[in-house]
């Protein structure tokens, strides 16, 4: 029963959301074309619940050769462990850092809670290329489906930079959810965003 109102709670938030930010979509969208060549939406191939590949979008927010540049910035890796991560990386846009403070790039996600790909709380998804070095402990952090915000969102994850305790924090997760945590988590997130804490 649990996971049923888990699954409304997520089609019926993301429904009104898709329609309530139809608006801040398109100033978003000319915003994005007017400051960098290349695509509106970015296809982030991530990894759903039990390893299956997906493709969910977001906002571009980097330049558009952004994966090709990623080798040449791999040895500045702020995060340890096959997730790469770099506050102040060159390949974000001026306007893309913007998105990125206020979370605002991962708003075409909702799409993907809709569909049920994604779940409004959850893990992190992994790309696809991280999970490939995942140990078989970490990939259990998959064993669920994923989501737009987590424990790791909103415990400082700026200030994380242990791959192994981003998991350890996605697995109390999985080990203690409920209901009461999820709407914790989702109260939690919003001052994280509106403060500029989501990048």
Not at 31 to 41: A, F, N, V
Not at 115 to 126: A, E, F, K, N, Y
């Amino acid at each position: 029963m649990g996971l049923l109102i888990k699954r409304l709670l997520d089609v019926g938030i993301s429904v009104v959301g898709l329609i309530v930010l139809l608006p801040f979509f398109a100033a978003i969208a000319l915003g994005i074309k007017l400051t960098s060549k290349g695509p509106i939406l970015y296809r982030w191939k991530v990894v759903g619940k039990g390893g299956r590949p997906i493709t969910s979008f977001k906002f571009r927010s980097m330049y558009k050769d952004a994966d090709r540049r990623k080798a040449d910035l791999l040895e500045r890796n702020e995060m340890s462990g096959p997730v790469f991560k770099m506050n102040d990386d060159p390949r974000v846009t001026p306007f893309g850092r913007w998105l990125r403070k206020y979370s605002l790039d991962e708003m075409p996600q909702l799409w993907s809670v809709l569909v049920g790909d994604l779940s409004l709380v959850g893990p992190r998804p992994p790309l696809q290329t991280e999970y490939a070095q995942f140990s078989k402990w970490q990939k259990e952090k998959v064993s669920v489906k994923p989501g737009l915000t987590c424990l790791w969102q909103v415990s400082g994850r700026n200030e994380i930079s242990d791959f192994n305790r981003w998991v350890t924090l996605d697995l109390e997760y999985i080990h203690n959810w409920s209901l009461l945590l999820d709407l914790k988590i989702l109260a939690r997130t919003i001052p994280t965003v509106l403060s500029g804490k989501g990048k």
